[in-house]
């Protein structure tokens, strides 16, 4: 019993499903990566060794984007889409840490701690 969870422990789980598409490469926080087309922004940092936390996402389901902790910032887009429901794109330049919106929280708590 001991070794399966073992053998569990060393498991990475991408965060989503896998998908059979053609090449599709991107950027993710300047390191460059390849995944099947219809695949995550999520799996593909993964793939990328830049694990985004998460809280609603396996691959062993669909996502569906309920938490929000996955968010990420595309270069050329505005908002902050979750990384496990948005697919790459050919060429797309991704954002997982330090971006505006984690800049933007930083600067709050500061103020937030600031004040008491
Ligand atoms: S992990 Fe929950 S919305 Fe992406």
């Keep these: 019993m001991w070794s399966e969870l073992r053998g569990l422990k060393d498991e990475i789980d991408f965060g989503t499903p896998p998908r059979d598409g053609s090449p599709v490469t991107l950027d993710i926080d300047d390191v460059t990566v390849t995944v099947p087309a219809g695949s995550s922004i999520m799996l593909a940092a993964a793939k990328a060794g830049r694990a985004i936390p998460k809280l609603c996402a396996t ?9 929000r902790v996955c968010l990420v910032e595309i270069e050329g887009r505005g908002g902050f889409p979750a990384s496990c429901t948005t697919p790459v794109v050919e060429g797309m330049k991704v954002k997982t840490s330090k971006t505006a919106l984690v800049q933007r929280v930083d600067r709050r708590a500061e103020k ?4 008491r």
């Excluded at 937030?112 to 004040?115: D, P």
């Design 59 to 67: 691959d062993m389901l669909e996502p569906f984007g309920s938490c």
């Design 112 to 115: 937030l701690g600031a004040q």
